[in-house]
C-alpha cells in the first residue's frame, strides 16, 4: 500500500488518499442507501426469524460485495500491495471506508502479535435512522460490513474474521468491528496446471 515512507509517516497520507478518492467517486442519495439497506434486512428477518441466521446471511452477503468491491478499490485507489497486517488496517479504515461509505474508522486495540484490531465506527450511514427493539439485542444489523472486510481481505491473500463487538444501536457510544488475521494465503498452483 505506497512505499514504506508512507507506511513510517503513519496513517496521514490515508486520511489524504480517502478523501481524493472520495471526492471522484460517483455518489448515490444516503437516505436511499438507508432505506434501502433497511428493506433488505426487515425481509432476511422476516424470511429467516432467527436472529443468528440472519446475522448470517447478512455476513455472506457482505462477503459477496467484498470480493467484487476489491477490484474497484485497487483501480480507483492506486493503493498498492501494503507491506503489512498494520498497513492494511489504515487503508482499509482510511481509505477504503471513506471510498464506499464516506466515512473513517479508527483502528485500535491492536494485539501483542499485530493480527487483531478494532475498527472503532463513530458515524455508520448503515445505522442511521434505525432503532432496534430490545427483542432484537441478538441482531448485528450492520453484520454486511463483517463480510465485506473479510471478502475484500481474502481476495488480496489475507484470511480474515471480522466480527461486530459492539453497536450504536445496542446502546455503546460507537460501533466495533474486532478483525482476526487468521492466516496469509498463498497463491497456489492447481494440481492440473503444475509440471510433471
Excluded at 39 to 68: A, C, H, P, W
Excluded at 80 to 106: H, Q, S, Y
Excluded at 125 to 135: A, D, G, M, Q, Y
Excluded at 154 to 180: F, P
Aim: hydrophobic share 40%; charged share 25%.
Amino acid at each position: 500500500c505506497g512505499a514504506v515512507v508512507m507506511a513510517q509517516k503513519g496513517a496521514r497520507p490515508y486520511d489524504r488518499i480517502g478523501e481524493q478518492v472520495f471526492a471522484k467517486v460517483d455518489k448515490i442519495n444516503a437516505e436511499l442507501f438507508t432505506l434501502t439497506y433497511g428493506s433488505i434486512v426487515t425481509q432476511l428477518v422476516k424470511d429467516y426469524e432467527d436472529l443468528g441466521e440472519v446475522n448470517t446471511q447478512l455476513e455472506k452477503m457482505g462477503y459477496n460485495i467484498g470480493v467484487r468491491l476489491i477490484e474497484e478499490f485497487l483501480a480507483r485507489s492506486n493503493v498498492g500491495r501494503c507491506a503489512d497486517f498494520t498497513e492494511t488496517a489504515e487503508v482499509v479504515a482510511k481509505v477504503g471506508f471513506k471510498m464506499f461509505l464516506g466515512i473513517t474508522a479508527n483502528v485500535t486495540d491492536w494485539d501483542a502479535e499485530k493480527k487483531e484490531f478494532s475498527l472503532v465506527l463513530d458515524d455508520n450511514p448503515l445505522t442511521e435512522f434505525v432503532e432496534l427493539p430490545e427483542s432484537y439485542n441478538k441482531l448485528w444489523y450492520a453484520n454486511i460490513l463483517c463480510g465485506v472486510i473479510r471478502g475484500a481481505l481474502e481476495m488480496v491473500q489475507m484470511k480474515v474474521e471480522a466480527t461486530y463487538v459492539k453497536c450504536v444501536l445496542h446502546g455503546h457510544d460507537a460501533s466495533e468491528i474486532r478483525v482476526v488475521l487468521k492466516e496469509i494465503l498463498t497463491d497456489e498452483i492447481p494440481a492440473s496446471m503444475r509440471d510433471e
